[in-house]
C-alpha cells in the first residue's frame, strides 16, 4: 500500500510536469476530434480517480464541483451523459489553476483513503488501474500538444532543440522463430488490463521479425519509389487515403528547400535517416511492407518474439520525446523493442478467447473499442516505462497517424 | 471445358433472367454508394469477362465500346481509371437494351474462345474466376434492388408475395465441438478465391455453436428488452451508428399500427416470428449475442462446425429470396448453416498465414480489403448455391445492414 | 375559355414532346439536389393541375394515385409533406408509361371542368397560372436534362449537332437612358406572376445598356487575363467558390488539345466566340463587369430599357436550345432582350413595395424564396416566348450555373 | 490631428479593457468558424494598423513579427494568404500577453507618427478608418465572447448580473411617413464607411415605422402562437434552418422549470418580456412580422425615420451589454432607434447606386460582401456610441443570430 501510495504520487505528479512547458493557453485548446486539451487529461484523470475511487471510499461523497461529472467524462455511458468530445477545446472554464486544485483535491482524497486503509482490496486495484490510465493520457498528452503546435505556423518547440548526426540505422537483419503452439496473454499476478487476458494458446507457423524498426532513410527510398503514387501497394482503404487527404510522406514531414524536415516535440528538424519512422498509419506501414517483400507481424508473432525481453529503451522517461537512432542491435533480441515507436501489427484488436472485461462501467474501459482498430506493440519514446509489458495491447484506427507509430518488419520463415 | 462452358452460359443467363421483372428504369437507378444499378452489374460483370478473357485471348483486341473500360471498371487501379462509384446511378446511357447487347457481343466471344480452344488453361481458370464472380453480382442485384425498392414510398415487390404463418422456430440448442489443432481453408483443387488458401492450422478451445440462426421471435424480445437503448451492449462505433442513425430494428422493419412489418422483395409483410432475423448489422449481432449472454463465432469455429455439410438449404435457387422458418433441426449439426442469412463472425477480414493474392490486376479481387472488415459465412437466401462452399469468406464493414446478413450465436465449450 | 383550353392542350403536349428524344431511363435519373428527373417535371405539373383545379372542382374528387400527393409536390407546405427533393432519382416508379397515364387522366378531368364549364374565373385564374408553371418546368426540362447528360462521359446529345461558324459578336456599344421616376412592374389584365406586382416607381440616375449579351470571345479575354485567379474581381462568395470548386471557365467548357469545347444539348461542340456566353453564375458575371469596367444592371434599369420591346428572339419554340450569334443589332434598342440567356441582374429578389402573395397555398408559389437570390432578365434559349414579358422576373442563387445564364453589361450615364 | 491622436489612444484602450474580465484561455478559443478568439480579435485590429499605416509610414518598415502578416490578415487577398479562419482557436502562441506587446509596439509607432507628423491626410484618413475598423471588432468581441461562454455547460458570466423587473413593454404605436423622392446615404465630411456613399435618391411610398423594436413578450406570444411550427409564416430558406437545427425559439433562449430563461453577458436570467427581443435571424425577424400582420423596413424607410435623430441610447458605453426595457417613448420619434439590438431590414446588402471602393487593399474592406447579406440598422448594446450614424449600414447572412440583432416593424402607410 506504501507502494502504491508512492507510485499513485509520482504518477500524479509527472502528469503535473508534463503540463510545466506549456501555458494556460496551450492548455486549452483542442486541435482536432481525436486530440484533447492537455487541460482536459489533466482534469479526466481526475475525475476517474473521483468518479471510481473516491465517491466509493467516502460516503456520503461530495463532488468537488457537480458538474465535472458530465464535464471530464470521456466516455463512460454507465457513469452518465458527457460533453460532446470534438468540443473540449471551449472549455476554457474551469482554469488550468482551477483544474490544478481539482487534481490536489481529489489527490488529497485519494491518499487519505489509502492512509487510512479505507481502500479494501478492489478500491486498490481500481487505484493501480488508475494509475495506468494516467500513464496512458501522459502519452497521449505528448501526442496531442505535439499536434497542436504543429497546427500553428510559428511551430513552437515543446522542448529544448535535439542534435542531429546524419546517421544511418546499421543494417538490418532478421530473427528466426520456429512457431508451433505457443501462449500469449498475460500470465501471473502483476496488473495488466483486461485485454490482455486470459493466456491463451495460439498456433503459429515458424517467422521471422526485423531486427529494428524501419529506419526514416529506408522509408525515403519508399517515397522516393513513388511508394505513395503506386496503388497495387496499398489496401483499399489506404489508397482512398492518400487520394482524398494528400499523403505524400509520414504526418509532420515537410520537403523544404534542403530536403526533408519533420517537426518534432524539438521543433523542426531535419529528417534523420537513421531514426526509426515514426507517425505512419497502419496504411502506410502495410504499404511499405508490401512494397519491402515482407509483411507486419501478427500480435502473437510480435509477443512471442518479445517474451522475456527486458522492458527498456528510449520511453517518456528519457524526456527525449522523440525516436532515437537505432543502437547496433548486436544481441540475441530484436532491438528497440520497446520505447520509441509503437509497432503496428496486422491484427485486429479483438478478445482473446475467453476475455471477461471489467465488472460495472469500469468494463466500457477496452472492451467496447474491440471493432475496426488494429493492435500496435512496443511502446514509444512518450511512453511511461512502468506502464508496459511485453503483452501489452495498444490500439488505433488504420488511418491514425499522429501517435508515435512506426513499422516492424516480418515474414514467413523459409 | 464443355462443362465450363455450360456453366458460362447458364450463370450468365441468370444474371439477365434476375432483371426480367425490373422495367429498364428499375435498372439505371442507384440508392446509395454502397449499392449500384442492376444495369451496372450486367455491364461490369461483362466488362470483367472482355477485360480478363477477350483482351488477352483476341490479339488484336476491339473493344465494344472505348470508353466501357472506364465506365464498368469498378475499383482494378491496375486497369485504369474509374467512374464514380457514387455516380452510377446518372448513366442512363448506354441503356439496358444497349448493356444487353454487350453482354450477347461478349458471351459470343467467350464462346468462341472455348470451343475453339483458344482458351488455355489460365484463362480458363479466368473464366472460372468470372462466373463466381458474376454470381457475387446476382447476389449484389438481389441485395443492392431490395434497398432502392425500398426507398421508394410505393414500396414496389420486385416478386410475387410470400404467405406468412405465425409460427416460432424450433427451440434453439447447442453443438458442442471439442476444438484442438485443426486446420481450416481451402483443401484440394475446386475452386476457392485466393483469400480461402491457404489452407493452415489453428488452435482452438471447445465451443458450442447454435443449432439455428437467430429468429425474429428471439431479435423481438432483444428489441422489447431496450436492447437499442442500453449503450452497456453495444461496441462503441456500434452505439455512436444507433444514435446517429436511429436505430430501433433491423433495416426495412417498421412498427405499424398491427405490428412489426418488414419490407420485402415479395412487398411489405409481417415480421414472421420464427425466420431467422435478417439485415441487421454486426454492430447488431454483436450487441444481442452479448444481451443473450453468447458470442458471435470466430471464423474457424464456423468454418469448423461446418466442416463436411453438404451446401444446401434456402438459396437463390428457391427463388424465394427470403429467408425461411427453419425446420425441426433434428440433426447432428447445426440446421441452416447454408442460405437463409449470411453469419456475421467476430473476426476480421484479413489475409490467411501465408497468402498470397493472385498475379496482375486480379490481386486486388480480394486482397486490398482486408482490412476494417468482418467476415460472414454461410451465405444466404439470394447466393446460389453452386457458389458456396463452407470455407467461403464473405466480408462487409459492421455498420453494413443491407445484406441478408443475420446472426449464429456461439459459446465457450463448458 | 376556348382559348384557355387550347392553350392548356397546346403547354401540356409539348412538356411531352420535350421528352420524346429521351429513354424512360434519361427520364428518370437525377444529376444533383437542384434538378429533377423529366419524368418528375411531367408529373409534378400534372399533380398542380390535380392539387389545385380538379381537387376543387370535382366534389368528391377520387385522386388518381393515393401516394402521388406526396410523391409529386414540390415545396407546398400548405398541402401536406413532401418526398426528399434530393431522392427524386430513386422513384423508379411510377413508370414514364404510368405518368404518361396520369397526364392523360388529368387533362381529361381539366378539359371536362372547361367544357362543362364547371371551371369559374378563380379556377380559370389557377389553370392559367398551371400553364406558365407548366411552361416553367419545360424550361428546367431542358437544363436539367442537359446537366444530367453532361454528367456521362459518353455525353449524349439531346438534338442534332448545331454548325459551328467561328464569327465574332458585332462590336459592344451602348444605350443610354436619362432615368428619372420611372415606373415598373405589371401593368394591365393579362397574366403575371404575382412577384411582378404591384406597378410601382422607382427612382433611377441615367444608366447605359449594352447592345448586346457578353459574348464567349470576350469571356475569353476575361479567362486568358486570369479572370478566375485575380481575387480582386470577385465578390467574396464568388471567389470561395473558385478556389472550392476549382473554377476555371463557365460550367460545360472544357479546355482541349483543339481549344475550349462546350457541351451542349447538341453534344460536344468548340465554344463559339460569337455567342453569348452562357451557363456562368452571378458570380461569374459580376467578376466579368468588375474586370470589364462596367457592371450589371438594377432590375429596373433591364425593365426599362426593354420597355416595350417585343418578346421575340431565340427562344424554346426554335427548337435550338442553344444561345445564338447576335445579329447586327442595328436597332434602336439593345439587342438579345429576350430569348439566347437570361441576364443576370444586381438585384436581390425581394418584393415590390405593396407586394401581396397569392391566396392559400398558391402564396407559397413565389413569396417565400424572397431571400438570397438575385433577378434574372429576359428569358432563354430554353424559354417559351408566350411565357415572358418585359416585368418577368425569374431568380436563382448567385453560385447557380446550370440555367442559361449569362451576362448584360451597364454603367452609369456619363 | 490632436483629436485623432486621443481618439485612437481612448478605442485602442477600450479594446484591451474588454479583455479585462477574460482568463487568456478565454481570449484564446473559438467556438465557430463565424467568431473569432478575442485575442485574434486584439491581434488583427493591431495588424490593420501595421499594414495600412506603420508599413507605408516607417520606410523601411521592420514587421514586429515575420508571421503576423500571415496570422492575423483576415480576409485581404490583396495583403496576402491568410490562416485558415476556422483554425484561429488553434493559435495559442503568440500569447495574449505576447499580443498586448504587440499593440502596445505598434500603438508607439502610430503615435510616433501622428506626433512627428510623418502621417499625410491620406495615412490619416486611414488611421481614422483603423479607429472605426477597431471599434467593430469591440462590439465582436462581445458577441463571440458571448457565444464562446455559452458553448461551456458551467455557463460562465463576463459581468456583474442584471436585475429583472418583469416589466413589460410600452404599448407599441406607429409613426408616419409620407414617402416621396427622399435622399439617403452619407452626406457631409464627417466619416463613413464607403459603403454609406454616394448620398442619393430614392423613391418611397408612405410608411410606418413601429415606436419601439419587438419585446421578448411580444416574441413570446409568438412562440406561444406556434409560430416556430407554422410554415406559412416564413422564408423558404427559414423553414428549412428551423427543421434543420431544430429552432424554438431565439439563440440563448432556454424553456426551464420556471419558464424561459436566456443567457447573458450576465450568466442566466429570466427572460424580460420588456426587452427587446435579440438574437435573432433575419428568418425569425420576417416570420414575426409576417405573423404580425406587419414587415420589415427596407433601409431607406428606416434611415430617412432616423434622419436628423441624434445617436444615443443602450449603447456600449453604459456597459450593460444586454437590451434594455423600453422608456415610455412619449415621442415625437421612435425610441430606441439607436442601441439595444440591431434592427434587421427587408434590403438586401449591396451597393449605393454609384458606389465606389476605396482605392487598393482596402477597398475590400466592404464592397466584396455585397452578396446574399442583409442590411442592419441602428446598432446595438455592444456598439460604442461614436461608432454609428443614421446612414450606417451593418449586414449579416439572413441565418446569423449571434449577432445583438432585434426586429422593427414596418408597414404600408394606409
Redo the contacts between chains.
Keep these: 500500500m506504501a507502494d502504491l501510495l508512492e507510485r499513485y504520487g509520482g504518477v500524479r505528479r509527472r502528469s503535473v510536469d508534463l503540463a510545466a512547458p506549456l ?7 483542442q ?1 482536432m476530434p481525436d486530440a484533447s486539451p492537455v ?1 482536459w487529461h489533466l482534469a479526466h484523470t481526475t475525475w476517474f480517480f473521483e468518479t471510481f475511487v473516491l465517491a466509493r471510499v467516502e460516503q456520503p461523497h461530495a463532488p468537488f464541483h457537480p ?1 465535472f461529472l ?2 471530464f467524462n470521456s ?1 463512460y ?2 457513469v452518465g451523459a458527457q ?1 460532446p468530445r470534438d ?1 473540449r ?8 489553476d482551477e483544474v490544478r486544485r481539482y487534481r490536489e483535491h481529489v489527490d488529497a482524497g485519494v491518499t487519505r483513503a489509502l492512509e487510512r486503509g479505507d481502500a479494501d482490496e478492489q478500491v486498490m486495484s481500481v487505484i493501480e488501474l488508475g494509475i495506468h490510465h494516467e500513464q496512458q493520457h501522459q502519452e497521449l498528452i505528448a501526442t496531442d500538444v505535439k499536434h ?1 503546435l504543429w ?4 511551430r ?1 518547440a515543446y522542448r529544448a532543440p535535439l542534435g542531429t548526426s546524419g546517421r544511418v540505422a546499421p543494417p538490418l537483419s532478421w530473427h528466426a522463430y520456429p512457431g508451433g ?1 505457443l501462449e500469449i496473454g498475460h500470465a501471473g499476478d502483476g496488473f495488466a488490463f483486461d485485454n490482455e487476458r486470459p493466456r ?6 515458424g517467422w521471422e521479425l526485423a531486427s529494428r524498426p524501419v529506419s526514416c532513410g529506408e522509408y525515403l527510398e519508399f517515397i522516393d519509389d513513388a511508394g505513395y503514387a503506386r ?2 501497394l ?6 482512398a487515403r492518400v487520394r482524398e487527404e494528400g499523403w505524400q510522406a509520414p504526418l509532420y514531414w515537410e520537403r523544404g528547400e534542403d530536403g526533408w524536415q519533420q517537426f518534432s516535440l524539438a521543433g523542426m528538424r531535419a529528417v534523420e535517416p537513421g531514426e526509426p519512422v515514426c507517425h505512419v498509419s ?2 502506410e506501414a ?1 504499404a511499405f511492407a508490401r512494397w519491402a517483400g515482407a509483411r507486419l507481424p501478427v500480435e502473437a508473432e510480435w509477443e512471442s518474439s518479445a517474451a522475456g525481453a527486458a522492458v527498456e529503451g528510449n520511453l517518456a522517461e528519457s524526456g527525449r520525446l522523440h525516436p532515437e537512432l537505432a543502437g547496433s542491435g548486436s544481441g540475441a533480441r530484436p532491438a528497440q523493442l520497446f520505447g520509441d515507436v509503437w509497432e503496428w501489427t ?3 484488436y ?2 482473446y ?2 476475455f471477461r472485461p471489467l465488472e460495472g462501467g469500469l ?2 474501459y477496452n472492451g ?5 482498430q488494429n493492435v500496435l506493440r512496443g511502446g514509444s519514446c512518450a511512453t511511461p516505462g512502468s506502464h508496459l509489458r511485453p503483452g501489452y495491447r495498444n490500439f488505433f484506427y ?1 488511418p491514425d497517424r499522429w501517435q508515435f507509430s512506426g513499422v516492424r518488419l516480418a515474414r ?1 520463415l523459409r
Tied chains: 1, 2, 3, 4.
Design positions: 501555458s494556460a493557453e496551450d492548455c486549452s485548446a486541435s487541460k458538474r458530465y464535464l466516455y455511458e454507465s460533453y468540443r477545446g471551449l472549455l476554457t472554464r474551469p482554469s488550468l497542436l497546427c500553428n505556423p510559428l513552437p503452439l491463451h494458446r495460439v498456433f503459429l507457423e496503388p497495387e496499398w489496401l483499399s482503404g489506404g489508397w497502419l496504411y502495410d496486422a491484427s485486429a479483438g478478445p478467447p475467453g468494463g466500457e467496447k473499442f474491440m471493432s475496426s488504420p514467413d
